[in-house]
């Protein structure tokens, strides 16, 4: 069993930046790809960013050239830096994890993230 923790959400204004945190014990981090999702009230679960165990990333247009994940593998934690942030970033936003042998999926619990206008 994986457990990812979650850290960093807030309250920011429009235009300010916040950087997430997940976290795991697991010595093994290194073996997963990593994204990040969201997600809104009343809205479905929409994945932000992705990178691989590699370190190849992926974004959705969305947050394209504001958001940024990366990883360190010797901290075993993943991170998404959020800049320029705006009022419909507003979302809890959850870690996932996937193991790179066999698919297992984890999720965090999520941190809430508000930005005000």
């Known amino acids: 069993q994986v457990q990812l923790v979650e850290s960093g959400g807030g309250l920011v204004q429009a235009g300010g930046s916040l950087r997430l945190s997940c976290t795991t014990s697991?010595?093994?981090?290194?073996?997963?790809?990593i994204a990040w999702y969201r997600q809104a009230p009343g809205k479905q679960r929409e994945q932000v960013a992705f990178?691989?165990?590699?370190?190849?990333?992926n974004y959705a247009a969305s947050v394209k050239g504001r958001f940024t994940i990366s990883r360190d593998n010797a901290k075993n934690t993943a991170y998404l830096q959020m800049n320029s942030l705006k009022p419909e970033d507003t979302a809890v936003y959850y870690c996932?994890?996937?193991?790179?042998?066999?698919?297992?999926?984890?999720w965090g619990q999520g941190t809430q993230v508000t930005v005000s206008s």
């Open positions: 990178i691989t165990n590699g370190g190849s990333t």
């Open positions: 996932n994890a996937v193991q790179i042998y066999t698919q297992q999926n984890y």
């Open positions: 697991r010595s093994t981090f290194s073996i997963y790809n």
